[in-house]
């Protein structure tokens, strides 16, 4: 498809369903509101006050608090040379990228955070595992929050099918991705900063798919090493770096002018004690800021999204092997949309 079609549904959903910017709310909505105003909407908002009464609000930020509650815990640590895990890096072997994710290694909560607050200079630690980890590795802290967002649950029919536990530093950040998930994000230290953009922008994404390659850490020498999987599995992912490098902006931006010179994602900050609803297939990128403590502490709950006429609706949009004439760059044979439909799910998202 080509022409101003699809390009004009980005402006449209925006007029008519999502306006200029997230809305926030300064106390938790009712269930009925909840699922009214912003999940049947697939609509993303800020929620103020609905955590205020975790005890974790005022223990986690405290470094000594952690270790001694988890002082026997052995958590799975992701490393990697430069905070970008689930991401895209020049590929090993020849001069193109692969989909790279972090070295995982089981370490001590205290000495895992240590790495966190006082990061060494050959490799970024983070916190991030998404298999529940809040309610098996984390298990000790369940009694400092709640283990669901009641109001959520209730509009969502549902508890959560994950609950998982954030930790790290200014260093780390993730690349643009989906899940497909109804996320609820609260952050108890710091602050999370979000780029957001609707389903509907799936095609200013430049999702092509991409070796996947996993890091491989020695503690003795302090070196990465980047290995391909084998066999060989291919990852879609998004290929727009929405801050190009100093110097290398016009060069990005000229590779991406679908998503540089189209509609600005919604920009947010999530400070501690707010709730982010994000909605399922959302585009989102994630850079974070840490506390006084000297890190980012955050716990999402991922639910189950409903495969419902939505669903339908965005498969469809992105099965359109679309390319703007103002796009003359990328040929539609890249796009390779069949295949991504096939593979959407082979990898887990980090935020």
């Known amino acids: 498809m080509r022409g101003k079609e699809v390009e004009s549904l980005w402006e449209e959903v925006r007029e008519v369903s999502l306006g200029n910017s997230v ?60 905070g970008y895990a689930d991401a895209l890096v020049p590929h090993p072997l020849h001069p193109s990228l692969c989909f790279v994710s972090a070295h995982v290694q089981p370490t001590p909560f205290p000495q895992a955070l240590n790495l966190i607050c006082q990061p060494p200079n050959h490799l970024v630690a983070y916190l991030q595992q998404q298999n529940d980890c809040f309610r098996t590795e984390y298990r000790e802290l369940e009694s400092d929050c709640d283990g669901h967002i009641p109001w959520a649950s209730e509009a969502l029919g549902c508890l959560p099918e994950a609950v998982n536990l954030w930790i790290g530093n200014h260093l780390s950040q993730t690349s643009f991705h989906k899940d497909h998930y109804e996320n609820l994000y609260a952050v108890v230290s710091g602050e999370k900063h979000f780029l957001l953009l609707p389903p509907t922008d799936v095609h200013r994404m430049y999702i092509r798919e991409y070796p996947a390659a996993r890091y491989s850490y020695s503690e003795e020498s302090g070196e990465f090493r980047l290995e391909l999987e084998e066999p060989v599995r291919y990852v879609p992912w998004s290929s727009v770096n ?53 890190y980012t502490i955050a716990v999402n709950y991922w639910y189950d999204m409903q495969f419902d006429i939505k669903y339908a609706y965005f498969n469809f949009l992105q099965s359109l092997p679309y390319q703007s004439t103002d796009d003359p760059t990328i040929p539609e044979s890249e796009w390779n949309l069949r295949n991504l439909r096939d593979h959407e799910n082979c990898c887990l998202p980090s935020t």
């Open 23 to 82: 809305d926030r709310l300064h106390s938790r909505p009712t269930p009925i509101q909840f699922l009214r105003d912003f999940v049947s909407q697939n609509k993303p908002c800020i929620i103020s006050n609905a955590i205020s009464h975790w005890p974790g609000l005022s223990l986690w930020p405290a470094p000594s608090y952690l270790s001694t509650a988890l002082s026997s815990s052995l958590v799975s640590l992701h490393l990697t040379p430069d």
């Open 242 to 294: 929405p801050y190009p490098a100093t110097g290398n902006e016009e060069q990005e931006r000229s590779k991406f002018p679908l998503y540089f010179n189209g509609p600005k994602p919604f920009e947010v900050t999530v400070k501690a004690g707010e709730v982010l609803y994000l909605p399922s297939m959302w585009f989102h990128h994630v850079r974070q800021r840490p506390g006084d403590g000297g």
